[in-house]
């Protein structure tokens, strides 16, 4: 009788941690960010140029991003600022930004702060009394960037993001500079 019921026993235990196991990998697989997941975020913001003469101006970025691992992502993203000459308001430079970021996350529960760096192209072209003016120009950059998501939800955060810019002169133009933003990011 007493072999019966550890046989019973032994029996019932590894069946329990066979069912336990594919629930625990789906639960770990469920949390945001996971391997293999994705996310696509907006955010909205203000851009100080480097260049003299030029004062901040809004900026607008929006952006997928793919889990290579839980910690680490590849952002591609487009991104929009209009900086503006200080002595027309009317005039400035707007750029556009199309690249690519890795991005590394650390785990903080409902917080996740993170760092990151890639590199882009620039599509800049000034603005004269709200019409373009003369040749655009693309010039190659690098960015670096930081910031903090805080999850609402499983699979919803609000995130903040401070980054700078360095980008080739264009024409005796420096359209360099640092980008303060806040916004949006939903998992799937």
């Known amino acids: ?43 909205v913001g203000l851009f100080l140029p480097t260049q003299d003469g030029m004062t901040t101006g809004p900026a607008v970025d929006g952006a997928y991003e793919y889990y290579l691992t839980a910690r ?15 002595r027309e308001h009317s005039d400035g430079t707007r750029q556009i930004r199309l690249g690519g970021d890795l991005i590394h996350n650390w785990e903080g529960g409902a917080v996740h702060p993170f760092v990151g760096a890639g590199v882009g192209s620039y599509f800049l072209q000034p603005i004269d009394n709200g019409n373009n003016f003369g040749s655009s120009s693309t010039k190659f950059g690098a960015r670096l ?14 995130k903040g993001e401070g980054r700078y810019d360095a980008v080739m002169k264009a024409n005796g133009y420096n359209p360099s500079g640092v980008t303060f933003s806040i916004g949006v990011k939903s998992y799937f």
Request: net charge positive; glycine share 10%; aromatic share 6%.
């Open 72 to 86: 680490n992502s590849l952002r591609l993203g487009v991104g929009w600022a209009n900086p503006k000459v200080d």
């Open 145 to 158: 960037l930081g910031g903090v998501e805080y999850f609402t939800s499983r699979s919803f955060s609000i």
């Open 1 to 43: 009788m007493t072999h019966l019921n550890i046989r019973s026993l032994a029996l019932v235990s590894t069946l329990a941690l066979c069912i336990a196991a594919p629930a625990q990998a789906q639960r770990r697989e469920a949390r945001n960010p996971h391997q293999g997941g994705s996310a696509v975020l907006g955010e």
